[in-house]
């Protein structure tokens, strides 16, 4: 016999340009993400959300850069798979739900009570499609030519985003769906940059990361064998493709912020 109670669950789709939200409501009064009273989180996505998925993955994965410090050194002390030295923006909106952090699905024996992170480094919506956007830079485009693209390349996926989300609405009328919009996020912290801390003159340079103007050079990316900034708080990158903890806090602090009243969850 089906259960009559209600479990409000999320479920995030959180890849590099974008994050979708799905969710039950349930009621309650307080004005936070605690007030959606979620029991379950469920996440999909790629390095920008995943909690060791990749390093299980053997043989490639357990060898992959995150799999070893200094990634997850600042607040975990230890690689856990995550790509970046600390916490992620799954991780920061899990707490802010009440919720303990998302064990990786592949993790052998894990309480999945409360949820679980299918996200996968490296990993695609439907094809392996968005890591193109990176081939400009590997193909020896200048800055310049990949700054006039990129604003072009977010507005259209954005616009073809918002015409899904009203799709989905009307095939799932029980459901609430929010576009949560990472470009904006990042942008707002980096306009930001100094206001909460970050060094303002290092704000393109990576931290983990070794040559050229910003740090960064893809034959030689973070590994235990490349130099670390002294205080990754004070950088907006991490490795010159992920991004620090500090970022990744406020960008979620700007994400749940902007998603909590289309949420309804006190309606």
Known sequence: MASSHLVSSLVLLTFASSCLLFLQPHPSNANSLISCCFEKIYNFGDSISDTGNLIRQKPIGAAGACARLPYG??????????????????????????????NPYLEKDADFRHGVDFAVAGATALTGKDNDYNYAMFEGKGIQEVMVLVPKVVAAIMSGVREAIQELKREYPD????????????????????????????????????????????????????????????LISWDGIHL????????????????????????
């Open 175 to 234: 459901a609430i769906v929010v576009y949560g919009d990472y470009s904006r996020a990042f942008q707002w912290v980096f306009d930001h940059a100094v206001q909460f801390g970050f060094d303002g003159e290092s704000t393109r340079k990576a931290c983990c990361g070794i040559g050229g103007d910003y740090n960064f050079n893809a034959s030689r990316q973070c590994s235990p064998e490349i130099p670390v900034c002294s205080n990754p708080n004070k």
């Open 73 to 102: 050194e600042t607040f975990f002390k230890h690689a856990t798979g995550r790509c970046s030295n600390g916490r992620l923006m799954i991780d920061f909106i899990a707490n802010a739900s009440g919720l303990p952090f998302l």
């Open 244 to 267: 620090t903890e500090a970022v990744y806090k406020r960008m979620a602090e700007w994400l749940m912020n902007d998603m909590l009243p289309k949420l309804k969850c006190g309606v």
